[in-house]
């Protein structure tokens, strides 16, 4: 198909900045997007905005302190196991022959504490000094997994019809 070369003026300016878009669209849903080397240190080559906003840390903080490395970062914040799960995952994916990887973990923030976050990756084909490159996509599941936590604690422990009102009142519904 041939754009008229009046049109496509208008086009260029309706489509402009796709990677302005880009961020404005990750950070609209609230989804941290990030691209890794996967060494050793799973070395963060790019994070978009709600990254940042989602660890608590102003980017060049963070940068100044882990070095875009998320085993300095997990450790300081005394998280090493939760690296431990991620890292298992990402090398079980690699040794499988998969391009992509999930899990359910707890991502530290700066001030102490944690939100819960549902982490997937994808491997791409692209290599690093003999190490794939791979993009990780995080979304904070911190609500659903208090909320699935505080009704299996009840479920299990209070059966029937308490149970129900304990659980509607935890979740303020009506």
């Known amino acids: 198909m041939n754009i008229p070369q009046k049109n496509q003026f208008k ?7 796709v990677a302005e878009d880009y961020e404005l669209l990750m950070n609209t849903m609230q989804v941290s997007v990030s691209k890794h080397i996967l060494d050793d240190h799973f070395t963060a080559i790019w994070s978009n905005d709600f990254y940042y ?24 914040h005394h998280y090493e196991e939760e690296l431990k799960k991620i890292q298992n995952v990402v090398k079980e994916a690699i040794h499988a022959g998969e391009t992509k990887y999930s899990l359910i973990t707890r991502m530290p923030v700066k001030g102490g504490g944690h939100v819960w976050v549902q982490l997937h990756g994808v491997i791409t084909k692209n290599e690093f000094d003999g190490f794939p490159i791979a993009y990780s996509v995080m979304i904070n599941v911190d609500d659903f997994v208090k909320i ?13 019809f308490v149970a129900k009102y304990l659980i509607k009142d935890y979740l303020h519904i009506e």
């Open 148 to 160: 699935e936590k505080a009704q299996s604690i009840t479920y299990d422990n209070i059966s029937g």
């Open 53 to 76: 906003q989602l660890i608590r840390y102003p980017k060049e903080e963070y940068k100044a302190l882990f070095h875009n490395r998320p085993d300095l970062y997990y450790p300081y």
């Open 11 to 17: 086009i260029e300016r309706v489509v402009g900045n």
